[in-house]
């Protein structure tokens, strides 16, 4: 993030200022207050608008809530915890995304100094025509269509774990620029937006604690953290086991979620942190293969040399690393 961009949304806001002082969070500066807490876009973004950008209150929890629109909250530094549908609790950290649509319940607790956040606010009109690019038949297409619908198996929440993916984090920081500095156009915050989500969905391996997590999506979010967190020894089998289905309906669950099989969604996750390895340590290829999975060399070379175009040791040799051991 440019430091002018970051410095801007680190200022203390009046309303952060009243909270330093020991004040409340005002309930009523948000939205309708009686029954369930609703936050309103209308409190929060200029008439007419489709998206708006608005810097995390920090320094007090923020009580438990729904929208009338759709939020993205990027974590630009520090962290900060949510509990999300009263039952799934997410640490979201730097270069993190998460998405909430209308039927999502949202709880927050207390921001320090350091955990700078931005909410980007969108209108659920905003992704109509974006719909058409990114297809129903994956987590986020069911994500818009449960933001422009009623229907009941559509998703309410995803997370995304995309800090160390550098296409994304400069599409968002080129969002957030955009939106902090006023001036882009509605076509052009709708052109970046499509573009964040065709990066995304080329990521499926980075989706953590989507929800609803119930049935065939809890199902589906439990392969797909397998993969994030186990990838060296993931365990379809035990998944299968813990949920008591076959391991070939959680294979078929998975490649219609995601469009891609098990297999694939584990060889990616294996490939992209053998390579952040290869470039950002002086491990010999060797224990890399074998950190991230592999025990047959001719088969991960294969793999890797597919993928990224090169070989491990001509890849270091091309980004200036030719001196790390191979």
Partial sequence: MRAEILER?????????????????????????????????GQLMPSGELISLRPHTRFAAFP??????????YMVAGETRHLINDREQ????????LMMNQRATHAIERAEAGDVAVNIIVQPAFFREMLAAVGED????????GSLTDRPEALSSLVFRIAEDVPVQCVLE?????????GAPLRVNQAAMTLLFLHLLERPD???????????????????????????????????????????????????????????LLQEKR????????????????????????????????????RFGLSPRMRRKACGLENHQP
């Fill in 206 to 264: 980075t989706l953590s604690g989507a929800q609803p997590a119930q049935g065939d999506h809890a199902l589906v979010w439990d392969a797909l953290q397998e993969i994030q967190e186990h990838y060296a020894a993931p365990s379809l089998t035990a998944l299968a086991d813990r949920h008591r289905v076959t391991l070939s309906y959680v294979s078929r669950l998975v490649k219609r979620a995601t469009g891609r099989s098990w297999t694939e």
């Fill in 271 to 306: 490939l992209l942190r053998a390579d952040e390895l290869l470039l950002r340590t002086r491990l010999p290829v060797a224990e890399i293969m074998n950190l991230v999975g592999y025990n047959n060399s001719s088969y991960f070379y294969r793999l890797y040399t597919q």
């Fill in 90 to 97: 997410v640490t979201l950290r730097a270069g993190e995304l």
């Fill in 174 to 182: 080129s969002m957030v620029a955009a939106l902090v500095m006023g």
């Fill in 64 to 73: 438990r809530h729904r929208h009338n629109y759709v939020e993205m909250m």
């Fill in 138 to 145: 994956n987590p986020l297409g069911r994500f818009l269509v």
């Fill in 9 to 41: 949304l680190c200022r203390l806001s009046p309303e952060e200022e009243r909270l330093l002082r020991g004040e409340a969070v005002r309930r009523e500066d948000y939205g309708r207050t009686e029954g369930d807490f609703c936050v309103e876009s």
